[in-house]
């Protein structure tokens, strides 16, 4: 089935009245000779050039040029858009009344219109050290191949463990999760944690996850015995990502 599904130019009359019964169904796109004037707030007006516009099914409207991520003009969501026929070109009036904005768009000679089916869901952001935490506890496989996960922010007289894994073995591992460069401070955490487990007994390894570590950190990283992965690595080292990810939106949620 087809993803866009083009509207015909032949006669603007029937174009503009197909774009009127159709413009709460899919996402309306149209590329050509454009002229916009915008009155509200203040007064615009933008000479003939090509460009694309695209009207949403939820009324916002956005008129973009070949540069730059804002677009040239734009309604939000809500406002009203209305297709009509000028002197045999195809209008374009959207507004709104709180406050009263309006957008006129005269497409001068029209390149294609398309009307596609496009999905509306919403982004997910993986940053946050809770955020790779989740990614950890998903995949305990990733930290030092750690057959489970025993818990995440674990109690200690010394605060809160990140993450705490097992490896087949039966040995504890340590997991200390930075979003930002990994300093001093979180190895010296980190070594707190694991001469708490060896006071008990416990045999135990340690290891910091972050996007990156400063020299002196990893020097004594490496004279502590502990392990430092990137986040990166972590991310790269989980097969499907695509489908953890989901899994830990649906966990949020």
């Known amino acids: 089935m087809a993803i866009c599904n083009e509207i015909s130019i032949d006669d603007c009359k029937e174009m503009a009245e197909k774009l009127n019964n159709v413009k ?3 996402t309306v796109i149209i590329v050509g000779k454009i002229v916009v004037e915008y009155v509200g707030r203040a007064l615009s007006y933008a000479t003939e050039g090509n460009r694309i ?19 040239l003009n734009w309604q939000p969501p809500k406002s009203i858009a209305l297709f009509s026929c000028i002197e045999n070109k195809l209008r ?14 005269d497409i001068i000679k029209i390149d294609f219109i398309k009307v596609c089916d496009i999905v ?10 809770s955020d790779i935490v989740n990614i950890i506890a998903l995949n305990p496989s990733t930290v030092l191949n750690a057959s489970m996960i025993v818990g995440t922010d674990v109690s200690t007289p010394y605060g809160k463990v990140d993450i705490l894994l097992k490896d087949e073995k039966g040995n504890l591992i340590v997991v200390e999760v930075k979003n930002e460069k990994a300093g001093i401070a979180a190895v010296l955490q980190l070594k707190r944690y694991l001469e708490y487990y060896a006071s008990r007994g416990i045999s135990v390894r340690g290891v910091i996850v972050a996007p990156s570590i400063t020299d002196e950190a990893m020097a004594m990283t490496i004279k502590e015995g502990f392990i430092y992965i990137s986040t990166e690595q972590i991310v790269s080292n989980v097969k499907n990502i695509r489908r953890d990810i989901y899994s830990y939106a649906k966990f949020k949620t």
Request: proline share 7%.
């Open 24 to 26: 709460k169904d899919g």
């Open 120 to 129: 509306a869901t919403r982004l997910i952001v993986i940053g946050r050290e």
């Open 92 to 105: 374009i009036r959207s507004y709104r009344s709180n406050p009263h904005e309006e957008v006129v768009i």
């Open 53 to 71: 516009v695209l009207l949403k099914p939820d009324g916002s409207l956005l008129v973009h040029e070949s540069s730059g991520v804002e677009p």
